[in-house]
């Protein structure tokens, strides 16, 4: 017979910290398990800046809900989702349980998250509006300050404190649940780090694993074969294997979100910094290694659209592009702002010079950007900082903005490749973060939350995970806190 807690939570990032914070606030006996050793703790929380897609402190942007709404899904079925006009508790099983984003959850997302930050700041955060890389912007954005690392510092310190009601576990593996005969949960089978397997009891658990973009083998099989030019976008990311989202599948949850894809981001390869971005491509041209164009560089702000960028990226030859840039991004007040890595540029004084020094075809290249200089527009004023309209014409693929032929030095180029922030394919969850199964009923004393909860499709609404975690980490604390069979 294990130790026994009230609940126990799987993964100490934000979605995890949140959750068992809030439990123990509450009066429950946590048991908090952490595969990372304690200087790494956080996953990718640690790494993150954390912006938050807010307004101001007591209300998310203007947008929070549509942009969710519209990438709530591949295509909704109108036959199942016309019943979201029905309160949730009379939706069909087929509607609770589709892998969709509903409205109940965007709604208790948009709530809470006033409330979710107003807890972080009681507990020694700050937060405010933060300068951040991209150059064009389409929302608003608060952050804390100090980054995910100061929430994780935080609430991890706190729960230390807190060591009457959390027993807090590092390099502990949280490996399978325990269920009793009628499904509820038991407890969970957690592994020491080169030590003996333990059976810890508790009728709630919640899981907050992160996702499963440090698992080779599931990022293959549910990204593709692709899947090999993508990594970890930070050290925190390969902690997360998968464990939760397959625990909570084996137990018979309904998945929420899309398996198929992922956040990614546009990172400079060579680079070992957490989070590498170079988003200065707007103003220049990305070729592939056979040199030749294969999307348009800026439909949009550079905030909205270098996610399907990214995604493109990972589509060519080894997963690679090059993004080309000539002097006269020299016009663009602060335009380091928008590359991150730590490897400096190639750079050449004459385009040629520069194509002789990359891993392309440079006659290809050269042929390519020449009839890229021709496509582009002869009048019109260019504006850096919002979408111009300076427009191709003639050319595949089309470039939507920010259209100037490349043709002073120095010429430089940096190599780009999709990293992984973190996977779309997760749990169902409802507004309290209890994991729903095939039938859109509760697990009982199942929770889930941020990342191991299934929530994105398409293009991921950024600056919202940080948010979800947290938001969706305090309902299942509070929610299981009370919760005692
Ligand atoms: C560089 C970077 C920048 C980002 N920028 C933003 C941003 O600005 N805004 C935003 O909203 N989001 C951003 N994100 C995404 C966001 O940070 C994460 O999605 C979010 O913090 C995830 O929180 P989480 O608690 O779900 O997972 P994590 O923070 O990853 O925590 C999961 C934890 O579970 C542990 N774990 C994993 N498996 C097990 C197991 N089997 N047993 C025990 N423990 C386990 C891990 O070690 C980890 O500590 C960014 C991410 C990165 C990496």
Request: proline share 6%; aromatic share 8%.
């Amino acid at each position: 017979m294990g130790r026994s807690y009230d609940v126990i939570v799987a993964g100490s990032g934000v979605a995890g910290l949140s959750a068992a914070l809030t439990a123990a606030e509450a009066g429950a006996n946590v048991a908090l398990l952490e595969r990372a050793p304690r200087e790494e703790r956080g996953g990718n929380t640690r790494y993150t800046e954390s912006f938050w897609r807010m307004q101001s402190k007591n209300e998310v942007s203007e947008d929070f809900a549509d942009a969710l709404a519209g990438n709530a899904a591949g295509w909704h079925d109108p036959e199942i989702t016309k019943d979201w006009i029905r309160t949730p508790e009379d939706w069909p099983a087929i509607l609770r349980a589709s892998p969709g984003l509903d409205p109940e959850l965007i709604g208790a997302w948009a709530d809470g998250a006033p409330d979710a930050l107003a807890w972080l700041e009681s507990h020694g955060l700050s937060f405010d509006f933060l300068p951040n890389y991209f150059i064009t912007e389409s929302t608003t954005r608060m952050s804390p300050v100090g980054g995910g690392r100061a929430i994780v510092e935080a609430l991890a310190t706190k729960a230390e404190a807190m060591a009457d009601r959390i027993d807090y576990r590092f390099e502990t593996t949280a490996e399978s649940l325990l269920r009793r005969r009628d499904g509820g949960i038991e407890g969970l089978i957690v592994k020491p780090i080169g030590g003996e397997r333990e059976a810890l009891r508790a009728p709630n658990v919640v899981l907050a694993t992160g996702g499963f973009q440090g698992n080779a083998e599931m990022m293959t099989r549910y990204i593709g074969p692709a899947a090999q030019w993508t990594r970890p976008i930070a050290r925190g990311g390969y902690y997360n294997r998968g464990e939760g989202v397959v625990m909570g599948l084996s137990a018979g949850a309904a998945p929420g979100g899309d398996f198929g894809s992922f956040h990614a981001q546009p990172v400079d390869p060579r680079s070992g910094e957490a989070e590498p971005v170079v988003l200065i491509y707007t103003y220049g041209v990305l070729l592939n290694r056979e040199g030749r164009r294969f999307t348009d560089e800026a439909p949009a702000t550079v905030d909205a659209t270098y996610e399907t960028t990214a995604r493109d990226i990972l589509q060519q030859s080894q997963g690679l592009a090059w993004c080309i840039l000539d002097g006269a991004v020299e016009d663009i007040p602060n335009w380091q702002k928008a590359i991150r890595t730590d490897q400096p540029a190639f750079e050449a004084d004459t385009l040629d010079g520069l194509l002789a020094q990359l891993d392309i075809d440079a006659g290809q290249a050269a042929e390519t950007i020449a009839t890229f200089n021709n496509a582009c527009p002869v009048d019109g004023r260019f504006d850096p900082l919002r979408p111009d309209g300076l427009a191709t014409s003639g050319v595949s693929p089309r470039r939507s903005h920010w259209a100037r032929p490349l043709t002073q030095g120095p010429f430089r180029a940096w190599p780009i490749i999709a990293a992984t922030c973190f996977t779309f394919g997760g749990l169902k969850i409802d507004a309290s973060a209890r994991v729903l199964d095939h039938d859109g009923q509760p697990i009982p004393g199942l929770y889930a939350a941020g990342e191991t909860s299934g929530v994105y499709f398409r293009t991921y609404t950024g600056s919202t995970s940080v948010m979800r975690g947290a938001v969706f980490g305090r309902a299942a604390g509070a929610h299981a806190a009370h919760r005692n069979s």
